[in-house]
C-alpha cells in the first residue's frame, strides 16, 4: 500500500517555519510581510480561495492588504490597482486572483505586476527565470509538488517523469522544475495518443489535466510515485484526476484529494511572499 503523501501536514510545518523566520527577522526590516490579493467581482469559488489565503496569512505574520473591485471595473481601473500595489512600500506580493469578469484580459494585467512582487511566480520574466534555472519567485502549485517530493525522500536525477497537462499555471512549470532535478521528464496533453502507454513508463506520475478521475490503475506502473493536482467538486465530495483507490494499493507513493497538493500552493505563496519581504528589505532570505 502506498505512503499518503500528506501536504496539510508539510504545509503545517512550513506555516510554523515561516512565523518563527517573520518574528526573528521582523526588527530588522522594521514591518511584517505584507500579500495583497486583488480580487475582481463576485466569483463565488474565488471568494472561498481568498479567504483561505488571508486565513493562512494571519496565521504566519503576514499582513493582507486585499483590495475588491466590482465585476464592472474597467481594465484602466484594475492596472490602477496593479500600479499602486506596485508603489506600496508595505506590499511585498501581490496576487491577480483568476478568473478575471468576462471582458477583462488577464495577460496585461499579470503582466503589469511588478516581478520581484509576484507571488504567484507567474510573470513572463518569472517563467523566464524558472526556464534559465535562474533565482525567482516559482510558480506555487508546482512548486509544492516539489517541496512533498523533497519531503518523502522522492529521488528524481535519473528517474523517469512524466507529466500529464501542459498548463502555464501547473504543467509546463512542473515539467521544467522536475528537469532541473535531473529527471527526464514527457509532458503529455489532450493530443497525446494512448496516454497509457506513456504514463505507465513514469516512475513520477504528475496528473494535472482536470479530468475528475481520469487516471487509473491501467496508466500507473506498480510502485510509482503519483501527484494528483487536480481538483473538482463533485456531489459526492472532492476528488482529484486519479481514482486514488484504485491506484493506491499498486503506487509506493500518491498524494491524497483534499489534503495533497491543494494545501501546499497555498503555502508557496507565503513562500514567494516572505522570501520578496527579506529580499526587499536586504536581509537573508533563506528559509
Ligand atoms: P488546464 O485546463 O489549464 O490544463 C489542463 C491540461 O491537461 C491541458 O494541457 C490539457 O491538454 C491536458 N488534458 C486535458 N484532458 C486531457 C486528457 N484527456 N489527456 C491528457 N491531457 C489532457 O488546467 P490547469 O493546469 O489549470 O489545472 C489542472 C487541474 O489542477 C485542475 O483540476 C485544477 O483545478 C487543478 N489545480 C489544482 C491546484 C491545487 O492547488 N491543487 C492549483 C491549480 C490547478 P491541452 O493543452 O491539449 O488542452
Not at 512550513?14 to 521582523?26: D, S
Not at 506590499?91 to 469578469?101: A, K, N, R, V, Y
Request: charged share 20%; with cysteine.
Amino acid at each position: 500500500m502506498a505512503t499518503r503523501m500528506d501536504g496539510r501536514q508539510l504545509a503545517g510545518e512550513i506555516e510554523l517555519r515561516l512565523q518563527a523566520t517573520i518574528a526573528e527577522r521582523l526588527a530588522a526590516v522594521g514591518r511584517p510581510p505584507g500579500l495583497a490579493v486583488l480580487r475582481v467581482g463576485d466569483d463565488p469559488a474565488s471568494g472561498v480561495y481568498v479567504a483561505n489565503k488571508e486565513k493562512a496569512c494571519a496565521r504566519v505574520g503576514i499582513t493582507s492588504l486585499g483590495a475588491h473591485l466590482d465585476a464592472g471595473s474597467s481594465a484602466t481601473e484594475v492596472l490602477a490597482a496593479v500600479q499602486q500595489l506596485n508603489a506600496d512600500t508595505a506590499c511585498d506580493g501581490i496576487l491577480l486572483q483568476l478568473p478575471l469578469p468576462a471582458g477583462l484580459d488577464e495577460g496585461p494585467l499579470l503582466l503589469a505586476i511588478d516581478p520581484e512582487k509576484d507571488a504567484d511566480g507567474l510573470h513572463t520574466l518569472n517563467l523566464g527565470r524558472l526556464l534559465k534555472g535562474e533565482p525567482g519567485p516559482r510558480s506555487c502549485t508546482p512548486a509544492g509538488v516539489m517541496a512533498l517530493l523533497a519531503r518523502h525522500g522522492v529521488a528524481l536525477s535519473g528517474q523517469r517523469a512524466v507529466v500529464v497537462g501542459r498548463s502555464i499555471l501547473v504543467g509546463q512549470p512542473m515539467a521544467l522544475m522536475l528537469q532541473a532535478a535531473d529527471a527526464t521528464v514527457s509532458v503529455a496533453h489532450s493530443r497525446t495518443p494512448v496516454l497509457a502507454a506513456l504514463t505507465r513508463q513514469a516512475d513520477l506520475l504528475v496528473v494535472a489535466a482536470g479530468r475528475p478521475r481520469m487516471i487509473g490503475s491501467e496508466h500507473v506502473k506498480p510502485g510509482a510515485v503519483v501527484i494528483d493536482v487536480g481538483i473538482h467538486r463533485t456531489e459526492s465530495g472532492l476528488c482529484g484526476d486519479v481514482r486514488f483507490e484504485e491506484v493506491e494499493p499498486i503506487a509506493s507513493a500518491i498524494s491524497p484529494v483534499p489534503g495533497g497538493v491543494g494545501p501546499m500552493t497555498v503555502t508557496m505563496l507565503l513562500v514567494n511572499t516572505v522570501v520578496a519581504w527579506c529580499r526587499r528589505a536586504g536581509v537573508a532570505h533563506d528559509l
